[in-house]
T-cell receptor, first 114, second 114 residues
Framework: EAQVTQNPRYLITVTGKKLTVTCSQN?????MSWYRQDPGLGLRQIYY???????DKGDVPEGYKVSRKEKRNFPLILESPSPNQTSLYFC?????????????FGPGTRLTVT | AQSVAQPEDQVNVAEGNPLTVKCTYS??????LFWYVQYPNRGLQFLLK??????LVKGSYGFEAEFNKSQTSFHLKKPSALVSDSALYFC????????????FGPGTRLSVLP
């Protein structure tokens, strides 16, 4: 089954404790992206990647890191989480980088930072 | 920079009546426009897109959207609403000429009343 998977689905952590949210897709997609969803703000793009070793900042990259060492994986790293990073996070992928392709979304990761 | 507005936080419609969810956008170049739907506790699902060509695009579940360049709008429509259409709807845009990032609107919650 074609899908985007994220782990963990739920995470409660404390301020400053480094964490990684994994994202994997099995569709051989070139483009991958991370979003955060906050009430009233919709989805805001954190980082995106157009291929292996090619990443770029979205609209809200501060406090986050990403890497794309393999085509299928695109982990999101919070080196020192803070309470304002409490949010619902989505990973997405799409076939190409031309921008005309729809994105496939993972099920989401609900992160709480206390 | 591109932006998306969804002027209504909430749209209520009776089952069987037509529905419209509004979206306006701003981009410097050619707009690539998308509609996604989010059901409770789920990721986003693609509904339809406008890249080029016919201004009226048809998508999944009987939804359609009309691209209006002069009004910079891309409203989502359905001739006859179902209770199962109740969900959160997001409009998204990518500038076809600049960059690889996507911008989403804040979302509109659609409630279809039986």
């Amino acid at each position: 089954e074609a899908q985007v998977t994220q782990n963990p689905r739920y995470l409660i952590t404390v301020t400053g404790k480094k964490l990684t949210v994994t994202c994997s897709q099995n569709m051989n997609h070139e483009y991958m992206s991370w979003y955060r969803q906050d009430p009233g703000l919709g989805l805001r793009q954190i980082y995106y990647s157009m291929n292996v070793e090619v990443t770029d900042k979205g609209d809200v990259p501060e406090g986050y890191k990403v890497s794309r060492k393999e085509k299928r994986n695109f982990p999101l790293i919070l080196e020192s989480p803070s309470p304002n990073q409490t949010s619902l996070y989505f990973c997405a992928s799409s076939l190409g980088t031309g921008g005309s392709y729809e994105q496939y979304f993972g099920p989401g990761t609900r992160l709480t930072v206390t | 920079a591109q932006s998306v507005a969804q002027p209504e936080d909430q749209v209520n419609v009776a089952e069987g009546n037509p529905l419209t969810v509004k979206c306006t956008y701003s981009v410097s170049g050619n707009p690539y426009l998308f509609w996604y739907v989010q059901y409770p506790n789920r990721g986003l699902q693609f509904l339809l897109k406008y890249i080029t060509g016919d201004n009226l695009v048809k998508g999944s579940y009987g939804f359609e959207a009309e691209f209006n360049k002069s009004q910079t709008s891309f409203h989502l429509k359905k001739p006859s609403a179902l209770v199962s259409d109740s969900a959160l709807y997001f409009c998204a845009v990518r500038d076809g000429n600049y960059g690889q990032n996507f911008v989403f609107g804040p979302g509109t919650r659609l409630s279809v009343l039986p």
